[in-house]
Each structure stands twice: as structure tokens, then as C-alpha cells.
């Protein structure tokens, strides 16, 4: 019973393509993530979403644009991949309206653009 | 805006060895701390937290922090460490009442347990 399951967990992609990257979340949780973890294991959040609302919305380039069709998905789609890209991007969860802020972590979707 | 810094990037120890891993914070208001542990080839688990009350904190794997608040710290600390804890170690904070359950997280620290 995966509580934060991210698909796919490995993506390889050329420059210019764009791809998507699932998320879901069956713990009931009221707020979703995506952050970026770089090459040197820095940790940075990109967008959050309370109740499909978008709620943090990082500096991050516009070819990067989080859906979320209902609480429980936060999807994240890239245009025009480029190789800086390359990262690993967790999703996350926690139910923010319960005061729980500690957030659940998927497995990590590990991208490489070449 | 919150901030987190770690003073320790990469740690090497002993198996036994006691280890402390420094953790500060910069935010006036009221936070919730964390500390998370990420294995080689895995994703972020939570080791422990702090929301309220007593200031020292148990969580799994026999780990402890204690939450100074006039320091803004919150450093981790387990008596004798063993070679399953080599991994990386993520401190966050977050800011209540802003940022919308944002958490920071510091930088990472590298703790490498020598057999």
C-alpha cells in the first residue's frame, strides 16, 4: 500500500521533448508537492497544491506546469526539456488543515535529459 | 522568508562514534522542525518532528533532536552510530501561518559510517 507513489520512477529523454510525470497520494491529504533534487542532493520546492489550488508556485520556468485534476494527483508536465532538467523530483504530500505539516515523500521520478 | 543552514556537509565516522549533525533556522515566528533521512537510492523518510512541548524529541532508530528555541536550532543527535546510518540527512522548517506548509529544507548533510 504505497502512500505517495510517483510514475514513472525512471524517465531518459532527448532536448525538446516533453514529458509528464504522475503523482498520487491515497492518504487523504488535503496538500501535494513537487520538489526538485539536484546532482548535489539539494532539495527545492517547485509548486504545492491545497485542494487542487495552486498555493506556492516557486521560481520556476513557465515549461514546467502542475495539474491537478482532484486532491489527491498533482501531475507535472515539461515542455521543452532541457539538459539542466536533469534531477531527481519527488512528490510529496501532507494535510495541511490538520496541522500534520510534515510531508510523505514519493520514490522519486530520476530524469536525465541528454 | 525561512531559511535553513547546516553546518555540516559530509560527516565520517566510526561505527560506535556519537554523532550530532548542527541544524539553525531563521524565522521569528512559530515553526515546526523536521529532520529526514534520505538511504542511498531512496526517497525522503521523516526521522522525527517537532511541533510543541518538551524541546527534545525522540524519533525512529533510536535518533534525537532538541529544539533550542533562543538558538534557532535544532540539532540531531544518536549516541553510537551504525552503518545502516550512512545516508543523507535533510533538516526543514516550517513557518506557520505563512508559505502555506511550505517546508525549507537545509542543504544536507553527508554521513558516511565506517565500518
Known amino acids: 500500500d504505497t502512500a505517495v507513489s510517483q510514475t514513472p520512477k525512471y524517465l531518459v529523454t532527448q532536448m525538446g521533448n516533453d514529458k509528464s510525470i504522475k503523482c498520487e497520494q491515497n492518504l487523504g491529504h488535503d496538500t501535494m508537492y513537487w520538489y526538485k533534487q539536484d546532482s548535489k542532493k539539494f532539495l527545492k520546492i517547485m509548486f504545492s497544491y491545497n485542494n487542487k489550488e495552486l498555493i506556492i508556485n516557486e521560481t520556476v520556468p513557465n515549461r514546467f506546469s502542475p495539474k491537478s485534476p482532484d486532491k489527491a494527483h498533482l501531475n507535472l508536465h515539461i515542455n521543452s526539456l532541457e539538459l539542466g532538467d536533469s534531477a531527481v523530483y519527488f512528490c510529496?504530500?501532507?494535510?495541511?488543515?490538520?496541522?500534520?505539516?510534515?510531508?510523505?515523500f514519493g520514490q522519486g521520478t530520476r530524469l536525465t535529459v541528454v | 522568508a525561512q531559511s535553513v543552514s547546516q553546518h555540516n556537509h559530509h560527516v565520517i565516522l566510526s561505527e560506535a562514534a556519537s554523532l550530532e549533525l548542527g541544524c539553525n533556522y531563521s524565522y521569528g515566528g512559530t515553526v515546526n522542525l523536521f529532520w529526514y533521512v534520505q538511504y542511498p537510492g531512496q526517497h525522503l523518510q521523516l526521522l522525527l518532528k517537532y511541533f510543541s512541548g518538551d524541546p527534545l524529541v525522540k524519533g525512529i532508530k533510536g535518533f534525537e533532536a532538541e529544539f533550542i528555541k533562543s538558538k534557532f536550532s535544532f540539532n540531531l543527535r544518536k549516541p553510537s552510530v551504525q552503518w545502516s546510518d550512512t545516508a543523507e540527512y535533510f533538516c526543514a522548517v516550517n513557518a506557520l501561518n505563512t508559505n502555506a506548509g511550505k517546508s525549507t529544507f537545509g542543504d544536507g548533510t553527508t554521513l558516511t559510517v565506517k565500518p
Open positions: 510529496a504530500s501532507s494535510h495541511l488543515t490538520t496541522g500534520l505539516t510534515e510531508a510523505f
